[in-house]
């Protein structure tokens, strides 16, 4: 029987990188101070002296002013106005079609009633308005009608 050799990792070796520096295209060249500082000494509680500069504490850079109100706020309070204004605009439309559907509902109703009484009058009218027609004796012979 075949089997399959044990898995033995292969060693390699690691690679080395080393970081490679920026260079600036300008060299580096020591700056003065503008000013000497002055050199200061402490006596210390138990008699000793030590002398060196001041350091001068680092001074944060000035706040910008804050409007009164914040930005958002202002939309929040913006975005609310404008939805109430539509809010009404949608209340007076829907409002506007409500009465106009029950004034076309009413149109119609008054001419049924208008139209039906019409219709009404003609039918129960006197015979005094009609026309008369008198039916006397025909004779019908061979197809041909003689009164």
């Given at each position: 029987?075949?089997?399959p ?5 292969t ?15 300008a ?28 350091i001068?504490?680092?001074k ?11 930005r ?14 539509v809010?009404g605009?949608l ?15 009413q ?6 009633v208008?139209?039906g ?19 006397r004796?025909?004779?019908?012979k ?6």
């Amino acid at each position: 029987m075949n089997q399959p050799a044990p898995y033995r990792p292969t060693k390699t070796a690691d690679a080395v990188r080393y970081p490679t520096p920026i260079l600036d295209s300008a060299p580096m060249v020591p700056v003065q101070p503008s000013e000497i500082p002055a050199v200061q000494s402490v006596v210390l509680p138990d008699g000793r002296v030590v002398t060196g500069y001041a350091i001068e504490a680092a001074k944060p850079e000035p706040v910008a002013a804050k409007p009164v109100v914040s930005r958002a706020a202002v939309n929040i309070a913006l975005g609310g106005v404008g939805f109430a204004a539509v809010c009404g605009g949608l209340l007076m439309l829907t409002t506007f079609i409500a009465a106009l559907t029950a004034l076309i509902t009413q149109l119609i109703i008054l001419a049924a009633v208008i139209f039906g009484g019409f219709i009404a009058v003609q039918l129960f009218a006197g015979s005094g308005g009609g026309t008369v027609v008198n039916i006397r004796k025909a004779v019908i012979k061979r197809n041909h009608f003689h009164a």
